[in-house]
């Protein structure tokens, strides 16, 4: 099948991974309501067609946080990608690079942010709150060492929420013997993906993490440490050490209510991102783009507005901007798009983005997205 959509990415994704590493990507937690709600309530927002207007150019670039993006797309932070495809980190770096996106650099990648900062671009790199602060410290001196020009700091993990599909697949809760063996039938089944991964992807460890983890021998080592190391106790106080070892922009990713978004100003961040972690977190929860409008009247004009979840299309980029993002990230979209056949596949995917955004914007009378607003919808 050739890929025309995300959906197909999603298909061609699920026939060359692991059950157990597409299923990890694709499933939300407990009865995955909130990941259901991201997608449909996007789909359910009609925009309004506009005809007869000059669309001869179109202007996609946004100015943010001191970078030009050549579209207000970027990859939002996807643990273990370099499972899905050899260096998997990288690869999604170099195609997010050519399309002149950011990526964003998950703290539990397999490639390490050394790694991916030598490609040429520096990611921005997430990451999450970890009781151990000498190691965080650590952690971003070392992501101020390579440049990286954001840090998106994640703030709906103070544990990780439970994910049926994980306990089902194998994934996680098994023993360690249940893994090896569950690990062994997938690779076998899945030739194209054992190749690629132990022939070219090795090692697979969680390269920014890997030192604090001495006995971890596989990416699940990891995973049970870092569970063991969110720390629940953070406050918004927290914000302040954070600034004190990482003087560039902050993003804070997680916002789902605008009592916090005001926070996060107070907080001192520069940016937030509106995201209930692609459903994968407190189940129940509104989609993001039903919480965007009110973050985006209560802070509009006091940071960087981003969204993600539930963004399948260009079509649904155009709707979170008029709604008041400033740009979104996708998450799975370019996950799928890695396990489907690596850098190549992510690139398609993102010029797919680009192309229905244009589409998106010539019919509805938008030459420049930063003139995006709500009157490109058809509101009830
Ligand atoms: C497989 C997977 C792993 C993820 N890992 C992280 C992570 O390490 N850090 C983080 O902040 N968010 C993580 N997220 C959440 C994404 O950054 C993003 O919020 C979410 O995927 C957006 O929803 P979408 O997948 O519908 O685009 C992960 C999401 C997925 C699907």
Not at 94 to 123: D, K, M, N, Q
Not at 246 to 270: F, N, S, T, Y
Request: glycine residues 10%; proline residues 4%; charged residues 25%.
């Amino acid at each position: 099948m050739r890929a025309a959509s995300v959906s197909d990415y999603r298909e061609l994704a699920r026939r060359r991974l692991p059950n157990i590493f597409f299923e990890y990507i694709d499933g939300g937690s407990y009865a995955e309501v909130t990941l259901k709600r991201n997608v449909a309530d996007l789909e359910a927002i009609a925009l309004r067609q506009r005809v007869m207007r000059d669309m001869s150019k179109l202007d996609m670039s946004v100015q943010t946080l001191g970078q030009t993006l050549k579209m207000p797309v970027g990859l939002a932070p996807v643990g273990m990608a370099g499972m899905y495809a050899s260096r998997g980190e990288v690869q999604a770096a170099r195609a997010a690079a050519a399309a002149g996106v950011p990526f964003c650099l998950s703290t539990v990648g397999v490639c390490s942010i050394e790694e991916v900062a030598a490609t040429g671009t520096p990611p921005w790199f997430q990451l999450y709150m970890l009781k151990d602060r000498g190691y965080m410290r650590e952690l971003l001196a070392r992501a101020k060492a390579q440049a990286c020009p954001v840090l998106v700091f994640t703030v709906d993990l103070p544990l990780p929420g439970s994910r049926y599909r994980d306990v089902r697949s194998g994934f996680t809760g098994g023993s360690a013997l249940q893994a090896m063996l569950t690990q062994a039938r997938d690779g076998i089944g899945h030739p194209g993906w054992t190749w690629d991964l132990f022939m070219r992807g090795r090692p697979h460890t969680l390269g920014t993490v890997q030192g604090a983890v001495k006995e971890g021998r596989r990416v699940t080592d990891f995973l049970a440490w870092i569970s063991k190391n969110f720390d629940r106790s953070v406050t918004w106080k927290d914000i302040d050490w954070v600034r004190e070892q990482w003087d560039g922009p902050i993003v804070v990713k997680g916002v789902l209510d605008a009592e916090d978004a005001r926070d996060a100003v107070k907080a001192g961040a520069q940016g937030l991102v509106v995201s209930n972690h692609g459903g994968r977190q407190l189940d129940g929860v509104r989609s993001s783009i039903a919480a965007l409008p009110r973050i985006a009247d209560a802070v509009g004009g006091d940071l960087e507005i981003y969204m993600d979840g539930g963004v399948r299309s260009g079509l649904d980029v155009l709707k979170a901007l008029a709604l008041g993002a400033k740009a979104c990230f996708v998450g799975r979209a370019w996950a799928w798009a890695l396990g489907a056949g690596g850098q190549p596949m992510v690139a398609r995917m993102l010029d797919t983005l680009r192309s229905e955004l244009a589409v998106a914007m010539i019919l509805t009378g938008c030459a420049n997205v930063r003139d995006a607003g709500r009157d490109l919808l058809d509101l009830p």
